[in-house]
C-alpha cells in the first residue's frame, strides 16, 4: 500500500507515495532511512494522473529534476535521481514515460540522504506543453531534543554487578525562585521546538519526553538514533556549589561533547557545540573560560546514538544552559520571553549546522 499526498496543478494531477510503515510524510518530503544507514538515499515515488485516462493512455509525458544549490554527498552507484518504479514504464535515456491505461505514469526520485538536499520535479506531456506539473521535494533535517531529567525518582543501572546513578529526576533548583531544573528543561525544549517548526526549510523534530518522566540515559540516545537524527540536543540547566552549599558566582552556558577518546566524530560534535555556545554567550555572557567541554556524559555515548568509525550520522551535545545557583540567571530564565529569546538563539545554531555539515 501507499501512504499519499494529492497536489493539482497546471491541468495534471501529482501524487506523492511513501511505502506505508515508514516515518509520517509531507507533501514535498524525500523519506529518509531510519535509523539512518551509510551512504543512505531519501526518496519519493511521485505518480501524475492525467485526465481524461482514454485520451492520454498511450502518450508519453518527460520528467525533469532540476536540484537547488548546495547539494550535499552523492548516490550510491547504480543509483540516479530519476528511477523506474516496477510495473511503470520509465526510460532512464530520454527520462521519459509512456502513459498507462489508467492514465498514470509514476517514477521514483532519489537524493542523498543529507539535510535540506532539495529540488523540483516537473512532468510535462510530450505533445502538449501546457499539461503538465511542478513539485518542489526536500531532505529534511532530523533534530532530536532530550529535556533532561524528570518524573520522581532516581533511574539507577547495573553494571557489573553493581547498582548505580543513571538519571536523576531533578538536579539544579531556582536558588531566587525555586524552579526546577527538569521542568526549566521542558519548556525550553518546547520552545526550541516551536522556533524550528517557523523555518521555511523542511524539518523533523522529535522530544524524548514530553511530560514530566525520567528516562534512562541509554535509552534517551537511542531515541535519537531510532528517529534518524542528525542532531541530538540535551537540554540541562547547571548548579556550582563551594564546600557544600550554593555557589551563586558562576554563570553563562556551557556546551558538553563526548571524550575525544570515545568520540568518532569530535570535530562534528565540537562545531556544532560551538555554533550554539557562540549565540548564548552573545546573549548571556559568561564568566566561565570553558565554552565548550569535553565529558564521558552516557546520553552521548556514539554506540547508542549509532554512530561509528565508518559512519556517524548523529551529532550530539549536552547544553547546561545556564546556573540556577546565579540569582540573576534564574531570575532570567523565570521570564517566559527571556526563554523564547534563548530558545529562539539554539535553534538557530541547530539550523546553522544543519545547514553546514556534515
Known amino acids: 500500500g501507499f501512504a499519499t499526498v494529492r497536489i493539482v496543478v497546471s491541468g495534471a494531477e501529482l501524487s506523492l507515495h511513501a511505502p506505508d510503515g515508514r516515518v509520517e510524510v509531507g507533501s514535498g518530503e524525500l523519506v529518509r532511512p531510519v535509523p539512518a544507514v551509510p551512504n543512505g538515499v531519501a526518496e ?4 501524475v494522473q492525467l485526465h481524461p485516462a482514454s485520451f492520454w493512455s498511450g502518450k508519453q509525458v518527460m520528467w525533469q529534476f532540476q536540484d537547488q544549490a548546495g547539494v550535499r554527498g552523492a548516490l550510491p552507484a547504480g543509483r540516479s535521481r530519476l528511477e523506474a518504479v516496477p510495473g511503470a514504464d520509465f526510460t532512464p535515456a530520454t527520462r521519459q514515460s509512456v502513459v498507462a491505461a489508467d492514465g498514470t505514469a509514476r517514477v521514483r526520485i532519489a537524493m542523498p540522504s543529507v539535510a535540506f538536499n532539495r529540488g523540483q520535479l516537473t512532468v510535462s506531456a510530450v505533445d502538449s506543453n501546457l499539461v503538465g506539473a511542478t513539485v518542489p521535494l526536500e531532505v529534511p533535517g532530523i533534530v532530536a531534543i532530550d ?3 524528570g518524573g520522581g525518582f532516581q533511574i539507577f543501572r547495573r553494571i557489573g554487578g553493581q ?6 529526576s531533578n538536579n539544579a533548583t531556582g536558588i531566587a525562585t525555586g524552579t526546577l531544573e527538569k521542568d526549566l528543561t521542558l519548556d525550553l525544549a518546547f520552545r526550541v521546538r516551536e522556533a524550528l517548526g517557523r523555518s521555511p526549510r523542511l524539518l523533523r523534530v522529535f522530544l524524548s519526553r514530553d511530560t514530566d518522566v525520567n528516562l534512562p540515559l541509554s535509552d534517551r540516545a537511542r531515541f535519537a ?18 564546600n557544600g552549599a550554593p555557589d551563586p558566582g558562576p554563570h553563562g552556558p556551557v556546551v558538553f561533547i563526548r571524550r575525544a577518546n570515545s568520540n ?4 562534528e560534535d565540537r562545531a556544532l557545540a560551538d555554533r550554539i555556545s557562540a549565540r548564548l554567550r552573545a546573549l548571556r555572557p559568561s564568566n566561565r573560560a ?4 569535553e565529558a564521558g556524559f552516557a546520553v552521548l555515548n556514539d554506540p547508542d546514538l549509532g ?3 565508518g559512519h556517524h550520522p548523529s551529532r550530539a551535545v549536552l547544553l547546561e544552559t545556564d546556573f540556577l545557583t546565579n540569582q540573576a540567571a534564574d531570575q532570567f530564565f523565570g521570564n517566559a520571553n527571556n526563554r523564547s529569546t534563548i530558545a529562539n538563539a539554539i535553534a538557530e ?5 544543519l545547514a553546514l555539515q556534515p
Open 44 to 47: 519519493r515515488i511521485v505518480a
Open 307 to 309: 554512530n561509528n568509525q
Open 290 to 293: 570553558d565554552h565548550v567541554v
Open 349 to 353: 545554531a541547530l539550523m546553522e549546522d
Open 147 to 149: 529535556p533532561g531529567h
Open 264 to 267: 568518532v566524530n569530535l570535530a
Open 225 to 242: 538514533r531510532f528517529k534518524g537524527a542528525d542532531i541530538m540536543l540535551c537540554i540541562h540547566f547547571n548548579a556550582a556549589e563551594q
Open 163 to 168: 547498582c548505580r546513578e543513571d538519571s536523576s
